[in-house]
């Protein structure tokens, strides 16, 4: 069975208000945050690798409410540059990216900005 309702007539059981109060997720966020580095060194992992190293990395940095995030790759031949801006594309977190300017790295890292 499908209904439409109107969000502002739907309101939280007392059952899922104590959920979110027992599940402590504020807690976990200031942990985050707190361990959590504004840059990530790939440079060396394979393709496969980085991709996952960057998704865990991207999920706490958005968890840890972090904006802007390094992500260093390196210069090398391009492969890992072009792999990682293929996840960027498509990854929930990121709002947009570019490559480093002069002092910040140039073409060896990829600033990210998070929603």
Request: proline share 0%; hydrophobic share 40%.
């Amino acid at each position: 069975m499908k209904i439409n309702v109107h969000i502002s007539n739907l309101r939280l059981t007392d059952e899922q208000a104590e959920e979110i109060q027992r599940s402590g997720a504020a807690k976990i966020g200031v942990s985050k945050a707190m361990n959590i580095s504004s840059h990530i060194d790939i440079r060396g992992a394979t393709v496969d690798e980085a991709v996952l190293i960057i998704e865990k990395y991207l999920d706490d940095a958005a968890l840890a409410g972090l904006k802007e995030v390094t992500i260093i790759h390196g210069k090398g031949t391009g492969s890992l540059r072009s792999g990682v801006h293929s996840l960027l594309k498509t990854n929930r977190h990121v709002k947009s990216f570019r490559l480093g300017k002069y002092g910040e790295g140039e073409t060896g890292v990829t600033v990210v900005d998070i929603k």
